[in-house]
């Protein structure tokens, strides 16, 4: 694997509000655990056009790490686990690319969700997101 492909860029990163709301308050979105870890992901139509000068931006697969405050009162702990989180993905991003690359005009909106109240190796951490894209692109 080429180490273009192991990076996470900003345009793989979820971080508009108008399709957060599409992953999170319309209806159609589908949720998988393997704890300490929740998958929340939905299969949207990408918006932006072919002869968009913003197309080549998008990417396919879009993915969000969210850690709760009620869990981790201090900032220290809540950006480990979510470096944990990213750094498993972008290791593991190829399981869930492959199946998605197919469909040009859908987007794979996935939100990776911190359940637990303490933290986890990384090699756990690994494995469950590891585990989590493969069921997502078995079901999409």
């Not at 998988?32 to 056009?49: G, I, N, Q």
Request: net charge positive; hydrophobic share 40%.
């Amino acid at each position: 694997m080429e180490k273009q492909e192991e990076r996470l860029r900003k345009r793989e990163r979820l971080c508009s509000k108008k399709r957060i709301d599409a992953l999170f308050v319309t209806g159609g979105s589908h949720a998988m655990t393997a704890f300490p870890l929740k998958a929340v992901y939905r299969l949207v139509d990408s918006e932006a056009a072919p002869s968009s000068p913003s197309a080549d931006t998008e990417a396919t697969v879009q993915v969000l790490v969210s850690v709760p405050k009620k869990h981790f009162k201090r900032a220290v702990k809540r950006n480990r686990v979510k470096r944990q989180v990213r750094e498993a993905y972008r290791k593991h991003k190829s399981l869930i690319t492959r199946c998605i690359d197919g469909r040009t005009d859908k987007q794979l909106l996935i939100a990776f969700i911190w359940l637990a109240d303490e933290l986890a190796d990384t090699a756990t951490v690994e494995q469950r997101v590891s585990s989590l894209l493969l069921h997502i692109g078995e079901r999409i």
